[in-house]
Each structure stands twice: as C-alpha cells, then as structure tokens.
C-alpha cells in the first residue's frame, strides 16, 4: 500500500477538503466493496482503499503522512523524478485504471437514468373545462345556502290567535314576539279605561327567558293586566290606575298557545324551562308619569321576589 499515493488512489487533490474525501471514499465504495464486486484484485484495492479514507479522515495521521509525503517528494533525486515522469505503467496497473473507468461510468449511467424526472402529463384542455363546468353550479349552490342561512326569520303576527294552529298534526306554532295577552279571558279583565289622570309602567325583561306577567292590584287581588314579554325586550304597561301592584311572571322557553298549562290546563304555555315568580310589589303614584320596573333572573332574586307555584299565579283573587 505504501507503494501508492493515498490522494491518487481517492482521486482527489492534496488540499481536499474532509467532505471532498468523504465522498470520495464512498463514490469508491460502491464500486470496490466485496458485495459489489468480487475478485482478488478488487479485495486489494478495497483494502487501499480503506486505508488511504482512514489515514486522510484522521487530522493527525492526515498530517504526518502529508508530512512525509512531501519529505519524500522535496528529497527525491532528478533522475528518480524524470523517471517516475517519464513511468510507463504495467500492465496491471492499465488493467485497473480501465476497470475503475468501466465501472465508473456504468455506475454514473444508471444514477443519471434513476434521477432523470418523468416528464408531466399532457395537460388536457377537455378536462379542465369539464371542472369549470361542474364547479360553477356547486358555487351557486353554495351561495344559496349562505344566503338561506343568514336570512332574518319573518316578523311574528302581534295578534295571539295568529299563534295557533291546528292540532292535527301540523308543527307547534311557537310565540317570539311581544305586547299580546294570552289569559285576558281567563282573568276575565275588563277593557282599559282611558282616564285622564293615568300612571305608565315600563317592564324590562332581563329574566333571561320569555315571560307572561300578571298585573294584580295589591289591595283586592284583581288582575288588571297580563302581557308576554319576550326576553331582552321592553313593555310600556299605560292607563294603570295609582295604586299599589303586585307583578307576576310566568318564565320559560318556547311558548305556544297550542299548549296548555299542566294544572289548570289554561291554554297558552311553554314548552321548556317553566318556572312561576312573585316579583313583590310596585306602588304607582305619579300621574302622566313611566315607572320602571326590571324582571331579573330566577338566580337573581331579592328577598321579597320568590318562586311560587301555577295555582297562586292564575288564582284570580287572593
């Protein structure tokens, strides 16, 4: 081995870099290793191999054979130069250099024909507008439905037999607006009187569901009012005689007048999340003037707001 320049053997310039004689080495490898290729001649240029990657990978052995690789060179007679110039190689050595040009170019053959991309498909013009075509009622699809989705819900009628339907079988007609009295003919109350001197009461509904309150006055337990409110929402409650009243609500959600409630079986309630409160009491004195009052959740009540039950609320006198 010694016989052989490591540099030459790798075929790489005496001032390559470790990643130039990495790859070097490996190039060499695929072509001489015992699996690749079999033979005498190829085992002992594996080994050279081998040896020449080990002595130029290592810095310190890289120097000292640099070392006395150029010792050699700078000590060497001129004859011994010219002659090694002028050095006709055996024919071993000829039949080396063109079995390593053999498998070198056979070797880079087969990687450039792997690593050669496949050309693209044809692009057809018949299939790009078959997309087009069928894209373009898939979009107008789609827009119909946001614009069906996002459209506001219709104004509910105000009037409360708007709210029924028939009982065979259609959907439930369920109420989602404000200001129509659903028991005015179970309490039997009498028509507004238009007085001159009146007192208003506005009531904000923040009980978090839809309510139906109950207007009674305090002293003789007449219910003058019953109104729903839907919630979030505001009533103006006018022509109210001065006095004292006692406000109840009936909470829930999804109220129906095709439902009744489970007592009395008073037509008109709701469907879910039902719950009955006495709100206490609201003196009205100031004439031509808006009290206001606050229906507050049921999580939320006072100490003189409680829960009550359906026959306190539709009793009509206390």
Known sequence: MQTHDFYTLLGIKPNASAAEIKSAYRRLVKIYHPDMKTGEESADTFKNIQQAYETLSNPDLKHLYDKKRNYTHKTA????????????????????????????????????????????????????????????????????????????????????????????????????????????????IPAIDSITNHASLSITNHSGKDAVIVLRLQNSGEVVRNHFIAKDHVLAVKHLKKGDYNIMAYLGD?????????????????????????????????????????????????????????????????
Do not use: C, W
Request: aromatic share 12%.
């Open 77 to 188: 007679a001129p004859a011994q130069r010219k002659k090694r110039k002028n050095y006709d190689p055996s024919e071993t050595d000829l039949k080396h250099r063109k079995a390593f040009q053999e498998e070198y170019k056979n070797y880079k053959a087969k990687h450039k024909k792997q690593q050669q991309p496949a050309a693209p498909p044809p692009v057809s013009v018949y299939n790009e507008t078959k997309y087009i075509l069928f894209s373009i009622p898939l979009a107008v699809a789609l827009l119909l439905a946001v614009i069906n989705l996002y459209k506001p819900p219709k104004k509910a009628d105000t009037n409360a037999d708007a709210a029924k339907t028939s009982l065979s079988g259609n959907p439930i007609a369920y109420i989602h607006h404000t200001s129509f009295s659903p028991y005015t003919a179970y309490f039997n």
């Open 254 to 318: 999804r109220f129906s007048m095709q439902l009744s409630t489970k007592l009395f079986q008073v037509s008109g309630a709701f469907s879910e999340n039902q719950s009955y409160i006495d709100y206490g009491k609201i003196a009205l004195s100031r004439e031509k003037e808006t009290t206001p009052f606050e229906i507050t959740s049921p999580q939320k009540l006072s100490a003189q707001q409680i829960p009550v039950s359906e026959e306190l609320y539709f009793r009509a006198n206390f």
